[in-house]
Structure formats: structure tokens, C-alpha cells
């Protein structure tokens, strides 16, 4: 019986660095895990996001665009915050800068 109090004992003795190191060994997984989604994740959304606020601010009048609602127009007006937008012959619209997700490409013509 002895032994057996002496085997619990010796247990508990050698389980107390492993508890006191347990919070510092799930630091390292969990800061390894972050980086990993920043990396792959966050930094490319970012990088997307500073390129289409770019190509928003270098939009002019004349400019063929895409809008998130699936419209394509043509810019007449560029203003501070808004576009005026032709989206059929004498039918202009206002809409958000924000709203526009690219510019439209011209098709290629198509020979005959």
C-alpha cells in the first residue's frame, strides 16, 4: 500500500512542470496559426483591396466600368464621392464609388 502512495505521489510530482508549461505551449501553436491565416488570408485581401481603391481614385470620364450590382455604364461625371453614370443612351444614374468593382473590358470584334 505504501508503494502505491509513494507511485501517486511521484505522479503528481513529475505532472507539475508539465501544468506549467502548458500555458506556454499553446502559445506557440496559436501564434503559428495566426501567422499562417495572416499570410494567406489576410495579407491578400488587403493587397486586393489597396489595388481596387487605386484603380477607383484613377478612374475618368469615359471610362467603361462594372458596378457589384452587375450594371455596366459609362462614367460621364467623376465627383468626390459619386460617379454619374450612363448606362443607356440619355438614362443617367448617380452611384457610390464604392460600388464599382471593375472596368469593363471592350469585347474584341469579331471578324468576318
Known amino acids: 500500500m505504501n508503494s502505491m502512495i509513494l507511485f501517486a505521489q511521484a505522479a ?10 502548458g500555458g506556454m505551449g499553446m502559445l506557440v ?4 496559426i ?6 494567406m488570408m489576410i495579407r491578400p485581401q488587403q493587397r486586393k483591396e ?27 461625371e467623376s465627383r468626390d464621392k459619386t460617379f454619374l453614370i450612363e448606362i443607356a443612351p440619355g438614362v443617367s444614374v448617380e452611384v ?16 468576318k
Open 12 to 21: 503528481q510530482e513529475a505532472a507539475k512542470p508539465a501544468a506549467q508549461q
Open 29 to 32: 501553436p496559436m501564434l503559428l
Open 34 to 39: 495566426f501567422a499562417i491565416f495572416y499570410f
Open 50 to 76: 489597396k489595388e481596387r481603391r487605386k484603380m477607383i481614385e484613377e478612374l475618368r470620364a469615359g471610362a467603361k466600368v462594372v458596378f457589384a450590382g452587375g450594371f455596366i455604364g459609362t462614367i460621364k
Open 96 to 111: 457610390a464609388r464604392a460600388s464599382v468593382s471593375g472596368v469593363a473590358e471592350e469585347p474584341a470584334p469579331v471578324a
